[in-house]
């Protein structure tokens, strides 16, 4: 069976790429390093390093195994540090996560605004994939989250704040930049910056296409919406994005437009079940209400679940 300590030291190995640098960053002896990993090696019955050069090469295996364990390391370092300030009543941070989306120009607003109501706490902001709000909230590594998914776990409590629709970002001089919006059909042929379907901004422009019957011509992928702009700047084409990545393009050399004949996505924030009544968490929800207002979003306050 897999131990925690064993995935700590192949983790290590995996960012340092030699023993050696794992053995320093964890504290403990090269050969206590070495012979964890090989019986890493025997419990998956897989090779995972190449060692016939003078570096360590990972395998495809060890690669697939560091992608599935990173994010479960990262969510134990961020509770380890929780539990160390707790312990020693330094425990003053307001934790909000969010999704890429929100992390532009919401979640930013919203936190300055809270500033403004606790200027003796810490704020913190953690972007989260899809996959790790649930154990941020269900683990008190934090305190809320905002998100445009929903979260269905009988321990967290949902508020949908608001909804956004898509865009789509051009660059400035395309052949689409004066018009004031466009439709999925005016963008049918158009070299299209594609998001990793297994992410939600992914899904969400699959189900457009397929909507409408058309095949996206793709030109490029990239896991996450916010690097779409750089993409463009290359001449990789243009990209569909929901609003709220769309409020984060600064750049002039890019036009946002909104896209017609498409649904709208809801902006949730979550919380622990038991943490609905927490003063912080309330002042929060107030703050993200607030920001939706200043940045012209619609007002849609309503709670999804939770106790009644």
């Known amino acids: 069976m897999l131990s925690f300590r064993q995935l700590e030291v192949f983790c290590a190995v995996m960012i340092n790429g030699s023993i050696s640098g794992a053995a320093t960053q964890l504290g403990i002896a090269q050969p206590t390093v070495t012979n964890t990993i090989r019986r890493l090696e025997d419990i998956l019955n897989t090779t995972l390093f190449d060692r016939s050069g003078a570096r360590l090469k990972p395998t495809n295996v060890a690669r697939q195994v560091f992608e599935a364990s990173a994010t479960s390391m990262s969510a134990f370092e961020r509770l380890s540090e929780t539990v160390t300030e707790v312990v020693r009543g330094q425990h003053s941070t307001f934790r909000m996560g969010v999704s890429p989306s929100v992390s532009q120009a919401l979640a930013p607003r919203s936190l300055a605004l809270f500033a403004k109501l606790r200027p003796g706490t810490r704020l913190r902001m953690d972007t989260l994939s899809m996959s790790q709000n649930r154990d941020y909230l269900w683990l008190a590594e934090g305190n809320c989250t905002v998100t445009i998914f929903p979260l269905d776990h009988p321990g967290i409590t949902s ?22 919006s466009v439709s999925i059909h005016d963008i049918a042929e158009e070299p299209l910056i594609f998001f990793h379907p297994n992410t939600p901004h992914g899904k969400l ?11 996206p011509n793709i030109s490029i992928e990239t896991r996450f919406a916010e690097t779409a702009p750089y993409l463009m700047r290359e ?25 017609s004949e498409t649904f709208r996505q809801p902006v949730l924030f979550h919380c622990h079940t038991h943490h609905e009544d927490d003063v912080d968490v309330i002042a929060a929800r107030d ?11 619609p007002n849609e306050f309503a709670r999804m679940n939770g106790r009644e």
């Not at 001449?235 to 437009?257: H, N």
């Not at 703050?287 to 200043?294: D, G, K, L, N, T």
């Open 159 to 180: 508020f949908r704040v608001s909804s956004v629709g898509m865009v789509c970002v051009v660059p400035v001089g395309h052949r689409l930049s004066s018009q004031q």
């Open 205 to 215: 422009v699959w189900q457009i296409f397929q909507d409408a019957g058309l095949q």
């Open 287 to 297: 703050c993200v209400r607030q920001a939706i207002a200043e940045l012209g979003l």
């Open 235 to 259: 001449g990789f084409g243009i990209a569909l994005q929901d609003e709220l990545t769309g409020l984060g393009v600064q750049s002039p050399g890019l036009k946002v437009l909104p896209l």
